[in-house]
């Protein structure tokens, strides 16, 4: 006869007082551990739309798309639990100090309709102020701003989010000047113009 190995019966001895290990799922509801790994979710408040979560995803679970229509230009953050592996590196990727997408302890997770299983959150767009290209998030501007302190007044676009976003400056206010050239300099503008901008002779 076969003896039981001696972890086993330790363990089937200590169940005796200690109760068993599984939970009576669907009769009790499951607590997991605190440090489960569930579905991930953003914080709306928290993330600056970088899309930094979205280049670590190894099995490509989030997704950004810009949007510019009538309303507001932003952008539109993704997250498709049925496709996640619930690895963990879009918080350990997350710019905004981890705390844009955390994973949560939610693990009941099966949808009767697939749409459901996809959050998503949405992010206000800045865009350039000569040709509409798309340059961040506004959030995101105010956090590079944020982090590189003063270094930001040698960037127009740096200082004017972050004078905006405070309420210094008014957010609809745009230069009558549309000369394509030294004087459109402080304005908010994507690389390709702040170059043409900077470079022109035009006065
Ligand atoms: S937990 Fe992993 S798989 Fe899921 S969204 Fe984050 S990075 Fe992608
Ligand atoms: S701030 Fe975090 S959650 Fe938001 S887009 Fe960037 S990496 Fe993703």
């Not at 489960?36 to 899309?51: D, L, M, S, Y």
């Not at 949808?111 to 102020?129: A, G, M, V």
């Not at 590189?148 to 009558?176: M, V, W």
Request: net charge positive; charged share 30%; proline share 4%.
């Amino acid at each position: 006869m076969r003896l039981p190995k001696l972890r086993e019966l330790i363990e089937a001895i200590k169940a005796l007082w200690k109760g068993p290990y599984t939970s009576k799922f669907p009769y009790e509801t499951h607590r997991p551990y605190p440090s489960f790994r569930g579905q991930p979710k953003f914080n709306e408040a928290k993330c600056v739309g970088c899309t930094a979560c979205e280049q670590v995803c190894p099995v490509r679970a989030i997704k950004s798309v810009d949007i510019i229509d009538d309303k507001s230009p932003r952008r539109k953050m993704i997250h498709y639990t049925d496709t996640c592996i619930f690895c963990g590196q879009c918080e350990a990727g997350c710019l905004a100090d981890k705390e844009g997408i955390k994973l949560s302890n939610d693990w009941e997770l099966s949808f009767f309709d697939r749409k459901l299983s996809q959050e998503e959150i949405e992010k206000e767009l800045q865009l350039c102020e000569i040709c509409g290209a798309v340059i961040a998030c506004k959030d995101h501007l105010k956090w590079i701003a944020e982090r590189i302190g003063e270094l930001s007044f040698s960037n127009p676009t740096l200082y004017l989010s972050k004078l905006k976003g405070l309420g210094i400056i008014d957010e609809n206010i745009t230069s009558a000047l549309k000369d394509f050239g030294r004087s459109d300099r402080v304005k908010i503008l994507c690389s390709r113009c702040r170059r043409e901008t900077t470079l022109t002779t035009k006065e």
